[in-house]
Nanobody, 115 residues
Framework: QVQLVESGGGLVQAGGSLRLSCAASGSIFSPNTMTWYRQAPGNQRALVAAMTSGGSANYADSVKGRFTISRDNAKNTVYLQMNSLKPEDTAVYYC?????????WGQGTQVTVSS
């Protein structure tokens, strides 16, 4: 089992920044991928950014150039630095930890961007 604890969400004005963190604990095996997803009301959950344990990253087109994903493998923690936030970034952000055989989700953290 893997437990994920997200933190760092909140309310911010458009143009502002937030940093999300997701700490994983339990049976951590490599290789693995840690991913941030988001889900706005009425929308499907969508990938925001992902990073493998080897350091490869990919981003949704809508956040490229504004969001940066990073991870500290020693702490089993993934971060999402979100800059130049827009009202359309408002959503619940979820952390996912995935290996070849298992996938785990965090409880989500709310990000609200006011215009």
């Amino acid at each position: 089992q893997v437990q994920l604890v997200e933190s760092g969400g909140g309310l911010v004005q458009a143009g502002g920044s937030l940093r999300l963190s997701c700490a994983a604990s339990g049976s951590i095996f490599s290789p693995n991928t840690m991913t941030w997803y988001r889900q706005a009301p009425g929308n499907q959950r969508a990938l925001v950014a992902a990073m493998t344990s080897g350091g490869s990253a990919n981003y949704a087109d809508s956040v490229k150039g504004r969001f940066t994903i990073s991870r500290d493998n020693a702490k089993n923690t993934v971060y999402l630095q979100m800059n130049s936030l827009k009202p359309e970034d408002t959503a619940v952000y979820y952390c996912n930890f995935r290996t070849s055989v298992r996938s785990y989700w965090g409880q989500g953290t709310q990000v609200t961007v006011s215009s």
